[in-house]
């Protein structure tokens, strides 16, 4: 009998290690989430271009900074941003493309050209964004997920939650409205960490872009609100708008 329940045990474990093994080899992924998500990410055409009047609301440690500001963008990686001043010409000039970011300092004099990194990027704004995915949230979508990523969709009342996880272990949640309009963000580290979450707010009936956009780091200390206005989108015709020349009489620095 003790030999027989010894047996009978050791192939229960093998057929249980059998059965778990097969199904650690097994990446489930929800293909009703992924077409879902292909309606938001294809809200603005990479072969589109938006722009529009926008006013910002800063806030870091040090305090609150408001600002009114022009923004042009073309996905996945072209951006201009001009920050205007209450009276007079843009006090602050930002250019990205794939290859290059400029920055322009009119009230210094001072010229900057580098790669388009989080870390060049974080010596003029107060966070460590690519420029890929900060313009994937002024575009009022999500950051994409390189490599193999595994998707699910749960209900949550009138909304839907939809976890994404790469193969990096990097994680992101999105929450869609009634309407399939995105509401809502949370990316994650491969820890498991909370970097940033992100609310869309404001929708026009007209335009699939959300009027207002709320970026928040987790330290809780940086956010960054986004209202758009006089919000237009074009086919592209000529990017030379995304390019910056160096003025006559300006200090040149490379950042790289």
Request: proline share 7%.
């Amino acid at each position: 009998m003790k030999q027989f329940s010894f047996g009978k045990i050791i192939i229960i474990l093998i057929v249980t290690l059998h059965v778990a093994c097969a199904r650690q080899a097994i990446i489930f992924s929800d293909s009703s989430a992924e077409k879902t998500l292909l309606t938001i990410s294809s809200s603005l055409p990479e072969t589109y271009i938006m722009t529009a009047s926008a006013q910002i609301d800063l806030v870091v440690p040090e305090g609150h900074y408001p600002a009114r500001a022009v923004v042009i963008l073309k996905k996945p990686s072209y951006l201009r941003l001009e920050l205007l001043p209450p009276i007079g010409t843009p006090e602050f000039f930002l250019t990205a493309n794939p290859n290059e970011m400029k920055i322009l300092l009119p009230g210094k004099n001072e010229f900057y050209s580098g790669k388009p990194t989080g870390h060049n990027l974080s010596r003029f704004l107060p966070w460590q964004f690519d420029v890929e995915d900060i313009l994937a949230v002024l575009a009022g979508a999500y950051p994409p997920l390189t490599g193999n990523v595994n998707y699910s969709r749960h209900p949550e009342g009138e909304n839907v939650r939809i976890e994404m996880k790469a193969q990096s272990r990097i994680e992101q949640t999105v929450w869609l409205g009634p309407h399939g309009r995105l509401i809502r963000l949370v990316r994650r580290d491969e820890y498991g960490r909370e970097l940033y979450s992100a609310e869309f707010a404001d929708y026009d009936e007209a335009s699939p872009i959300a009027g207002k956009i709320t970026l928040r780091m987790s330290d809780g200390g940086n956010s960054i609100t986004v209202k758009y206005s006089g919000l237009q989108i074009e086919k592209a015709k000529d990017l030379s708008i995304f390019d910056l020349p160096v003025p006559a009489g300006f200090k040149t620095i490379i950042l790289d």
